[in-house]
């Protein structure tokens, strides 16, 4: 009944796969079954409508998720959507720990994932917050060097919110400094945190 074509790189990974195997594999079957393109983003298996992310399949410890790219713009009429973080704006997950609860949920999760197509179909897009957190000790090393300052006005939102949450996330001062210090070079550079 699947109509989507496999991808071998998402065979590859199942095949690697030892935690969460078998519920991958249904979450694949019932992704594939709503006609999406597959592929591997982010090391996990992703699926697209015309290019664009609409549901990608991953594994946690406690429990492996369907997360939709744009699930704060899905109504959710069963009450299953899952913001991971408080800092996540866009995406939604629901949440899976057996393959019994995927097989007992394949109507209402085809219902989202053809949800999540339609709202890709009309060009949604989240508003996403755009404040980011400066820290005094970024601030003062910004008023001390201009460039770096200059560097950091050239990242993407994403990389500054980022930079800006995991600065403020430190309890004491030193460690804030000590941070920014280590990532001078990597904003400098234009990188990520994670880059």
């Known amino acids: 009944m699947t109509t989507s074509k496999r991808n071998r790189k998402v065979d590859g990974f199942l095949k690697k796969t030892k935690r969460w195997k078998k519920e991958f594999e249904k979450l694949r079957e019932i992704v594939l079954d709503c006609e999406l393109t597959e592929d591997m983003k982010w090391k996990h298996p992703c699926y697209m ?3 664009k992310n609409v549901v ?6 406690e429990y492996c998720a369907l997360l939709f ?4 713009l899905m109504k959710d009429p069963n009450g299953i959507l899952v913001q991971q973080t408080e800092n996540v704006q866009a995406a939604r997950q629901i949440r899976f720990t057996n393959a019994q609860e995927i097989d007992e949920m394949e109507p209402i999760l085809k219902d ?3 949800e999540a197509i339609e709202v890709e179909k009309a060009g949604l897009e989240v508003e996403m917050k755009k404040d980011i957190e400066i820290p005094e000790e970024l601030q003062d090393k910004f008023d001390e060097d201009p460039a770096l300052k200059a560097a950091f006005e050239q990242l993407t939102p994403g990389r500054k919110r980022a930079y800006g949450l995991y600065f403020s996330k430190a309890k004491q001062s030193k460690t804030r400094v000590s941070r920014i210090e280590k990532y001078v070079p990597h904003i400098m550079d234009g990188k990520g945190l994670n880059d």
């Open 69 to 72: 790219h744009k699930g704060a």
């Open 56 to 61: 990608l399949i991953h594994g946690f410890n």
């Open 49 to 51: 409508y015309n290019d």
């Open 112 to 114: 989202y994932i053809r």
